[in-house]
Antibody, heavy 122, light 112 residues
Framework: QVQLQESGPGLVKPSQTLSLTCTVSGGSISSGSYYWSWIRQPAGKGLEWIGRIYTSGSTNYNPSLKSRVTISVDTSKNQFSLKLSSVTAADTAVYYC??????????????WGQGTTVTVSS | DIVMTQTPLSSPVTLGQPASISCRSSQSLVHSDGNTYLSWLQQRPGQPPRLLIYKISNRFSGVPDRFSGSGAGTDFTLKISRVEAEDVGVYYCMQATQFPWTFGQGTKVEIK
């Protein structure tokens, strides 16, 4: 079955760019039946949707982060990535990648990565 | 943004007893295509979220039938018919009808 795995630096300095990659295994990211999403969760807090990308490269972003976020896809590597610029301590969180179904389970995030903790600190 | 409000925020439950979580949205979640994209997620301690229910009432593959979802428009409910120890965790409702997708604050289910 499909599995997702986040990777990237666990520590980022303030004002720099956070970069994470999600590797998809057990299935093709080029399947037309899914969007590929990023969600974050500050410690002890709730979930925030960051944005998503389709295999074509079409994206949707949360307006609260839109000016700082870029999500891209590399179908040759079966990966998609998140870049968040000008980070501050408020961006410290566990970052999850997830798959959003366009099939019968539409609107449901049916596969999640284990999450990766990113701390913004000098 | 659509605000999702869950109640209660904490639910101590006796094993084998039912539990119910309410989720209310600030706007109707009925999409222009006629579907309502309201889902429920479970997050066990130290784990990523897991999809339980999609489109209000459809159990995702492998989810026990003690979990059920109901509701319409702006009011939705997740019920656990008989709570088991493995059900401990935080439950979130999520809407995927209108951008940006948003989540409820979470309801912590714990054993009394």
């Amino acid at each position: 079955q499909v599995q997702l795995q986040e990777s990237g630096p666990g520590l980022v300095k303030p004002s720099q760019t956070l970069s994470l990659t999600c590797t998809v295994s057990g299935g093709s990211i080029s399947s037309g039946s899914y969007y590929w999403s990023w969600i974050r969760q500050p410690a002890g807090k709730g979930l925030e949707w960051i944005g998503r990308i389709y295999t074509s490269g079409s994206t949707n972003y949360n307006p609260s982060l839109k000016s700082r976020v870029t999500i891209s896809v590399d179908t040759s590597k079966n990966q998609f990535s998140l870049k968040l610029s000008s980070v501050t301590a408020a961006d410290t969180a566990v970052y999850y990648c997830a798959r959003e179904s366009l099939r019968s389970e539409r609107g449901g995030m049916d596969v999640w990565g284990q999450g990766t903790t990113v701390t913004v600190s000098s | 943004d659509i605000v999702m409000t869950q109640t209660p925020l904490s639910s101590p439950v006796t094993l084998g007893q039912p539990a119910s979580i309410s989720c209310r949205s600030s706007q109707s979640l009925v999409h222009s295509d006629g579907n309502t994209y309201l889902s429920w997620l479970q997050q066990r301690p130290g784990q990523p979220p897991r999809l339980l229910i999609y489109k209000i009432s459809n159990r995702f593959s492998g989810v026990p039938d003690r979990f059920s979802g109901s509701g319409a428009g702006t009011d939705f409910t997740l019920k656990i018919s008989r709570v088991e120890a493995e059900d401990v965790g935080v439950y979130y409702c999520m809407q995927a009808t209108q951008f940006p997708w948003t989540f409820g604050q979470g309801t912590k289910v714990e054993i009394k």
